[in-house]
């Protein structure tokens, strides 16, 4: 349904600009080529911090800090997951979906919440319904946990910035 009302939109757009002034419908063409050009080259400055993150993390795992930053922050994912067992697969996926929100890197914490996902889904009764555990790593995923902004440092420097670090200590205090 949304894709239909985005397409509506963007046929109204170009047939208003093509009809309002003929000339207006070769400036609609040209922006449209140099907006998906500038979306590419975004993306594609992206592509670098994902990997590195997600890289990262993957060594953390590998390395055996997830289960050592797991048993550290137990006290807290045991407060707030009651419903997992201690040393599952799940609350290792969970903490490292959280170490990703905190430093900004939310394209990296994607991947790593969806595992999260995939492991408190086994281990909850009712394949039908959400378990109290999946609500609350949602709910927390969704309060925007994040102390440094690294994605959008990334989006600042790809854009040209001067100094695209600048807004790392209003973004932490707020």
């Not at 922050?73 to 290792?92: M, Q």
């Amino acid at each position: 349904m949304i894709n239909r009302i985005w397409l509506a939109m963007l046929v109204i757009g170009v047939a208003v600009a093509a009809f309002r002034e003929p000339g207006n419908i070769k400036t609609v063409t040209t922006s449209v080529v140099a907006g998906g050009d500038e979306a590419v080259r975004l993306a594609y400055s992206l592509i670098g911090i994902m990997a590195f993150w997600s890289g990262m993390m993957r060594l953390a795992e590998d390395a055996g800090l997830v289960r050592q930053l797991g048993k550290l922050l137990s006290p807290l994912t045991r407060r707030l997951f009651p419903s997992v067992p201690a040393g599952h697969p799940a609350l290792g996926a969970i903490v490292l979906s959280f170490s990703a929100n905190i430093l900004g890197v939310g394209n990296a914490a994607t991947p790593l919440g969806i595992k999260a996902m995939q492991e408190l889904q086994k281990l909850n009764p009712s394949r039908e319904e959400a378990s109290d555990a999946i609500c609350t790593f949602i709910a927390i995923c969704a309060a925007g946990l994040t102390l440094v902004p690294g994605t959008l440092i990334a989006l600042r420097a790809a854009a040209g910035s001067q100094d695209p670090t600048i807004i790392m200590i209003p973004a932490m205090l707020a």
